[in-house]
């Protein structure tokens, strides 16, 4: 230390320890206060540490902005915690809720890949204050922008540091919310499209990783079970805005989980029921984009970002989310017939397993197909909706196809004749397979009895079809032989089986089947060739079919009947039955509304072509002729009156079949 001599003005001599013109740079950061010691501050000297008394100014460096973001959010939330303390209080003590997952004082344990486990506690925002929680999105921008470097320098996604909404936390603490509507969602939406996993939800798995994501998963299940209220529009829901604002918040802190998929998922899925538009459009396309960061289905790419996969069950799932995307992107274009987002899928990917060995979690059972088995194996329901998923996806491409075609104009057909008489030999046997393996009621119902056809296709010398790989053209007879197990909706006399009423649930494969056969049969029975496809105002080209396009006329006209007044107007008056009650009215799925409408507006047409017999006649008994109803002496008229009281019905649990009603009223 240098010591100087200086006089005072009384004549003795002091000593007077020197100081630095300026706060050091270690207080200058903290904002403390500094001695200005030299060589060094009595605060760096208690902390041993070095002193720097440099008059260079130093940069703030990305650490330190993300270091004050996360004191700033901290702050925020001890704040809010203290503003909402005292209602917390009265509500845990009025109403003890000991199985509440999302109260203030809740630690929640999130694990990482390396489990690593961190625990940091669930903070909830303040209803007064603002819409957007400040958060330090972590996310590693390198697997977006070079994915060759996320990999290389093995980075991973960390958990993000999202609190949950107050609005958020409000719904999912009242009682037993979370219980109730998980228990409800696995009673009715589970059972038609299974893709979350049961099994891994009631061990705690899925609790294990609890977070935000997970909060987002229990909302989405919340606002798909909740029906539409009278005079209230469905993108009113209060839960369905809390869940777009959660969404938007996991988005903009960097949250990527297969938890946060799924309930993307479900909030797409009532989106497209309740006719909330163009917003389910949107959200399937960016459901199908987080898929693909995701790395979804493959294990290999998923690995990086979502983690090692420990058991099969979920695998099953990660494979279960992405079909899902598949099925709502394949859906949401059959009306408009745009591109899809999803790709298609590669010739190695597997078809879900056994729904029920899946929910059980027995691996014993669970018998992988991939989507080249023939069609002729028996499948479980989600595997046959994706069947049925792809069926459309092959429809829609060859509609797109020969429109374009058709506008384009030349000499050579627009389309190939082989191709589409394929086309409908498979949907055609694939709806009766459906009709014999899921609805033996509903074939018996049109004396259609699966044991009887069984065993008479059985003495017949026909050759069995072949298989039916890729969905590609094929020979596949309009009535196959197939062989079935003993169905669990087996009737319970065998002298004289009774019908049971229709079960809803098996209802998706066999509604999707039937709305690809209205596609196709609609853009081939019109006489004339229209340029601009269905809906052209006015008949601008006058050039002739040919023969093939006059055969291939004739036989879409007699399937759209025969479809429409016949399959269509009995399924809906079988249905009218089964969904009387509300508990059947909450398993029937939204994606069987579009062939319901397409069997109404053809229904229509019919009759403002040809009158109430459709334009062919009534036979004797009072039906319609060759390839026409069974429905006795109904006219199509009255047919389509059925399907719209149908629709009216449905329209209580799905507010889109009053948007369907509206289209039949316009047409």
Known sequence: MVLSLQPREDGPVSLQVPKASQACINCRKQKRKCDKSVPSCGLCARMNRQCDYSDSSSVPTATDVAALQ??????????????????????????????????????????SRD?????????????????????????????????????????????????????????????????????????????WFPFISKKRMTLGHT?????????????????????????????????????????????????????????????????????????????????????????????KDSWAVLG??????????????????????????????????????????????????????????ALSAGITTSL???????????????????????VRTTLRNHQLGGDIDPFDINEVDDLI????????????????????????NPTESTSSASSSTSPPPPNWHFLTPSSIPLNPPYHHPPSPFDFSSSLSPQPQPLDPLSLPPLSLTHSALFL????????????????????????????????LQVRAVAGLRSLSSGVIRELCMELLDAVMLPQGLAKFSPLCLDGMYNGMATLRWLWKEGGDDGGIGLGENGSFGEGGSTGGNVGVLQAAEDVGRCLSRLSSRWRVAEDYLGLVGLF
């Not at 603002?130 to 999105?137: F, Y």
């Not at 996969?309 to 859906?331: C, G, K, N, P, Q």
């Not at 059959?334 to 691996?363: C, I, Q």
């Not at 229209?530 to 080209?541: E, I, K, P, R």
């Open 115 to 191: 489990n690593a486990a961190t625990t940091h506690p669930a903070p909830v925002i303040n209803s007064r204050g603002p819409l957007w929680l400040p958060a330090a999105s972590r996310f590693p921008s390198a697997l977006l922008l070079d994915v060759d470097i996320f990999k290389w320098a093995q980075l991973s996604v960390p958990a993000p540091s999202v609190a949950v909404p107050r609005d958020v936390y409000d719904i999912l603490s009242s009682g037993k919310t979370v219980q109730d509507c998980a228990a409800e969602y696995f009673d009715t939406v589970h059972r």
């Open 425 to 448: 030999n498979t949907l055609t046997s694939f709806s009766t397979l459906i009709q014999q393996e899921l609805l033996p009621s509903f074939a018996v119902l049109r004396n259609q």
């Open 207 to 299: 609790l294990g990783e609890a977070g935000p994501d997970l909060a987002m998963l229990f909302l989405g299940m919340k606002l798909i079970v909740t029906l539409p209220v009278e005079g209230m529009d469905s993108a009113d829901n209060p839960v369905y805005m809390a869940a777009k604002r959660l969404l938007a918040l996991l988005e903009s802190g960097g949250c990527v989980s297969l938890l946060c998929l799924q309930g993307m998922v479900l909030v797409a899925l009532y989106e497209y029921g309740q006719g909330i538009y163009p917003a389910a459009w949107m959200s399937v396309a960016a459901c199908a984009r987080y898929a693909e960061m995701c790395g979804l289905p493959g294990f």
């Open 308 to 365: 090692a996969v420990t058991t099969w069950t979920e695998s099953e799932e990660r494979r279960r989310a992405w079909w899902a995307i598949y099925i709502l992107d394949r859906v949401i274009c059959l009306g408009n017939k745009k591109r899809f987002v999803m790709p298609e899928p590669e010739r190695h990917y597997l078809l879900p397993t056994d729904d029920d060995a899946w929910d059980s979690g027995d691996p014993g059972r």
């Open 376 to 398: 002729e194996q028996p499948q479980g329901r989600f595997a046959r909706l994706v069947q049925s998923s792809m069926l459309v996806s092959r429809t829609i491409t060859h």
């Open 520 to 551: 196709l049969y609609d853009v081939h029975c019109c006489p004339e060739n229209l340029l601009c496809g269905t809906g052209a105002q006015g008949f601008d080209n006058f050039q002739p079919k040919t023969a093939n396009q006059q055969a």
């Open 70 to 111: 996360a004191r700033l959010a901290e702050l925020e939330n001890r704040l809010a915690l203290a503003g909402c303390k005292e209602t917390t209080t009265s509500t845990s003590s009025s109403s003890p809720s000991t199985n509440n997952l999302f109260t203030p004082e809740t630690t929640i344990t999130t694990n």
